[in-house]
């Protein structure tokens, strides 16, 4: 940690301040101690289950199902921000006017040349 340099154009991460390792309010500290044991607890509960040798059914995992449950039901979690739409304009949009203003520029070219007779206008539809 004493060897960390900042970038230039960006500021220390917040896991990375001194203050917070070395000036932990006992309160803090207490807190982190909790939440280490309740980790703790439930890590020893699920190895108890995991290595039980009479063991029959499958070992649930809460936070595995809650993770399937989001990934297969996006949208009642979707938020809209600033980043999801820049998002949806980049891969959305971008793409459909990117592709109008290519074809839309080659057909004008292609015409300015037939109009101009140095190109021939290969599939005439009107042949007399």
């Not at 990934?71 to 949806?88: A, D, I």
């Amino acid at each position: 940690m004493a060897d960390y340099q900042e970038a230039p154009l960006a500021s220390r991460p917040q896991t990375l301040d001194p203050n917070e390792y070395f000036n932990l309010s006992s309160d803090k500290r207490r807190a982190e101690e909790e939440r280490a044991a309740l980790r703790a607890n439930l890590k020893r509960q699920y190895q108890m289950q995991l290595n039980n040798p009479h063991r029959k059914e499958l070992i649930e995992d809460p936070a595995l199902t809650r993770w399937v449950y989001a990934r297969s039901n996006p949208y009642p979690h979707f938020r809209v921000t600033t980043k999801t739409s820049l998002f949806g304009a980049a891969f959305g949009l971008f793409p459909l006017f990117a592709i109008y203003y290519i074809l839309k520029t080659d057909r004008d070219r292609k015409e300015e040349q037939i109009k101009a007779g140095t190109r021939d206008r290969k599939f005439n539809l009107m042949t007399g």
